[in-house]
Nanobody
Framework: QVQLVESGGGLVQAGGSLRLSCTAS????????MGWFRQAPGKEREFVGA????????YYADSVKGRFTISRDNARNTVYLQMNSLKAEDTAVYSC??????????????????WGQGTQVTVSS
């Protein structure tokens, strides 16, 4: 069983930045594709971005391209989501997810085997 713990959420003004972290409790972190998803109130959970075990990609949703950056530090078992130029519509609970499957369709929630609890990001306009 892999546990994922997110941190770094909070309240920020529009145009500001936040960096989320997700740390995994596994010795094989380097083998996982890591994804970030978000769920806004009253909406379905949606894909934000992902980075494969090989570092291929990263891949991003169109809504965050050019503003968000995913990176990973395998030595620290951690994946990061740097969020810049935040908008009110970025307000959501952000969750990280981990997958040992072949990295095909990384935007699909069904690709992922483990999920974190999520961290709230609120962007005030």
């Amino acid at each position: 069983q892999v546990q994922l713990v997110e941190s770094g959420g909070g309240l920020v003004q529009a145009g500001g930045s936040l960096r989320l972290s997700c740390t995994a409790s596994t010795r094989t972190f380097g083998s996982f594709t890591m994804g970030w998803f978000r769920q806004a109130p009253g909406k379905e959970r949606e894909f934000v971005g992902a980075i494969t075990w090989s570092g291929a990609g990263p891949y991003y949703a169109d809504s965050v391209k050019g503003r968000f950056t995913i990176s990973r530090d395998n030595a620290r078992n951690t994946v990061y989501l740097q969020m810049n130029s935040l908008k009110a519509e970025d307000t959501a609970v952000y969750s990280c997810a981990a997958s040992l499957r072949r990295p095909v369709g990384v935007a699909s929630q069904s690709q992922y085997d483990y999920w974190g609890q999520g961290t709230q990001v609120t962007v005030s306009s």
